[in-house]
């Protein structure tokens, strides 16, 4: 690997702290561009070799929100080197990343998360962890990177709050409720606390059978079960449960700056979303009772 990208690589991981996820999506991008350029050094890449590789992935018809990441990746490529001080400007300061319709998550309503809950069988073990762990995702809104880490010395219910470790390691404070509380309480001295905790495990709120903590997968695909026996439709995820959280926050009132502090976004402009969805539902709201709409 070129050692430019293994020094970005390294800085990712150490210095951002991001995910394996979200580093092997960023090297992809760069390896898009590393790739075009051919014999040319990435370092000596221009402006206009830029925005040349730009128009070849547009022409091969990739997605505008791909098109947008992947100039994101190379972006934050560049804006290393400027860190690290191999350049001095930077060929992707000025690039428009292609326009990108709005795009708005599903949402769950609350008679389809009840619908939910309902399925979740409480007579085995695996069924109380179930729904402590719904409590959780809808109750805080949570990334389902955030459920599976949820450390049992970040729950403070005493105080009402649970400390989560975010995007980059930044850490926040969210309200957690008397139900989310109860569900975990019951999880934890009981079913939890019959397994046979492997070392190094012991800390992890939600664990499998084998006494390991969670994998994203094995969470999207329990919701994807549960939502197949509630009867709901649409196409869901563990993300849509923070979405649904937020969006119900936002239609009963709650004020933008505390729903974007909940749910750790960096900036006011991610959490705008939910108004959207808001005006969608008051305007379903308005095409439904209104006698001249």
């Not at 326009?99 to 599903?106: N, R, T």
Request: proline share 3%; aromatic share 10%; glycine share 6%.
């Amino acid at each position: 690997m070129n050692p430019l990208i293994v020094h970005f690589k390294q800085y990712l991981i150490f210095e951002k702290g991001l995910s394996p996820k979200s580093v092997e999506a960023y090297l992809h991008d760069v390896a898009l561009l590393e790739t075009f350029l051919e014999e040319k050094k990435m370092e000596e890449a221009t402006r206009e070799d830029c925005q040349a590789f730009l128009k070849a992935i547009y022409e091969r018809g990739v997605a505008p929100r791909s098109q947008a990441r992947i100039l994101s990746g190379i972006k934050a490529f560049y804006r290393f080197l400027l860190y690290d001080g191999v350049l001095t400007e930077n060929p992707t300061e000025l690039l428009d990343a292609p326009k990108i319709g709005l795009h708005l998550p599903d949402v769950l309503s609350i008679e389809e998360i009840e619908a939910i809950i309902s399925v979740i069988d409480l007579s085995t073990p695996e069924g109380h962890r179930n729904r402590a762990m719904v409590e959780v995702l809808y109750g805080c809104g949570l990334r389902v990177s955030e459920l599976i880490t949820l450390r049992l010395s970040n729950l403070f219910f005493t105080e009402g709050f649970v400390k989560i470790v975010g995007k980059g390691n930044k850490e926040r404070y969210v309200p957690i409720g008397s139900t989310a509380q109860k569900m975990v309480k019951l999880y934890v001295e009981g079913a939890r606390a019959t397994l046979k905790i492997k070392k190094g495990e012991e800390d992890y709120v939600f664990l499998n059978r084998r006494g390991s903590h969670l994998t994203r997968e094995m969470v999207f695909m329990l919701v994807k079960k549960w939502a197949k026996e509630a009867g709901v439709e649409k196409s869901i995820s563990p993300h849509t449960f923070r979405h649904s959280f937020a969006t119900h926050l936002v239609e009963g009132g709650a004020d933008l700056r505390a729903v974007q502090q909940m749910l750790g976004h960096e900036s006011i402009t991610t959490t705008e979303i939910y108004t959207h969805l808001d005006s969608d539902y008051i305007r379903s709201n308005i095409a439904q009772f209104h006698p001249r709409y």
